[in-house]
């Protein structure tokens, strides 16, 4: 997740690991010590939580997977829960970008266990400071979190002029405005949004791939809670619930309303060759 303030600035990369499928010897390089004063704080504090979200992820990653090859860039990594679940060794280069350094700590300790593939870096920042030398990336990941940064187009631009050719920005957000409840405020978000909203953000020239919605029955659960129970703040027992039960109703749910009902939106775009 991405707050919009200066960041300090600092780069790890991970030391030879023993992880499966890895490239120990694509990379040999060493810690640099986290920074002491950090002028960025994600406000949100959902990410542990969402850490359980195996099936979630497992089920977006199923629909990203294809286009996560070569050289990919993650932009808001937080806590490298995602990094975790999407990095699998069949890359070559994957870069975590994150702007709050605690957060990026976490991360740092993965490597530092070696939890994650040795080609996996770390940059403490933010996408404006990321040095030009770090560029035609074949995918760039936004996995919620275009939601926390105030102008998403610009954004969205930025990324699109790092890609390869024939690279793709892969990009998941919470969706309808009219879901908007204290929880999206409390962790920073700016907005929801629908696919014509996504769509008019996308990148000029940029040929849309995927744009669908995900987790139909989610939806129907996240209105009941809207209209009904007005909870501001999952537990944990309720994501475990989500995740484990009206996760894998919603993959066979969403086949069959042909992907155009869902509490989130999937996008891909690529840039031609």
Not at 99 to 105: F, N, T
């Amino acid at each position: 997740m991405e707050p919009i303030l200066q960041p300090a600035i600092n780069t790890f990369a991970a030391q030879p690991s023993c992880v499966a499928g890895d490239k120990a010897n694509l990379h040999t390089s060493y810690f640099m010590p986290a920074p002491t004063n950090d002028a960025t704080h994600y406000i949100g504090d959902e990410l542990a939580l969402f850490e359980h979200a195996t099936h979630w992820k497992a089920y977006y990653g199923a629909r990203l997977r294809p286009f996560l090859r070569g050289k990919v860039l993650e932009v808001g990594a937080g806590i490298g829960g995602t990094t975790r679940t999407l990095c699998d060794g069949k890359q070559t280069d994957w870069l975590c970008l994150e702007p709050d350094a605690s957060l990026a700590s976490r991360i740092e300790s993965m490597m530092a266990q070696r939890e994650l593939p040795a080609y996996c870096r770390l940059h403490v920042g933010t996408l404006e400071d990321l040095p030009a030398t770090d560029s035609q990336f074949d995918a760039i990941l936004y996995i919620d979190v275009i939601e926390h940064i105030e102008d998403d187009a610009a954004e969205l631009r930025r990324a699109y002029e790092r890609l390869a050719p024939g690279g793709a920005i892969l990009i998941i957000v919470p969706a309808h405005q009219w879901l908007f409840s204290p929880f999206d405020e409390a962790i920073g978000h700016f907005r929801r949004y629908s696919r014509p909203m996504l769509r008019r953000v996308l990148p000029a020239g940029s040929q849309i791939r995927e744009l669908v919605y995900l987790d139909s029955v989610g939806l129907l659960a996240s209105a009941a809670n809207k209209l009904m129970l007005r909870q501001s703040y999952p537990t944990l027992a309720q994501i475990k619930f989500w995740d484990r039960t009206i996760v894998p109703v919603s993959r066979f749910a969403d086949r069959l309303t042909g992907f155009s009902l869902g509490k989130s939106v999937l996008g891909v775009v690529q840039k031609p060759k």
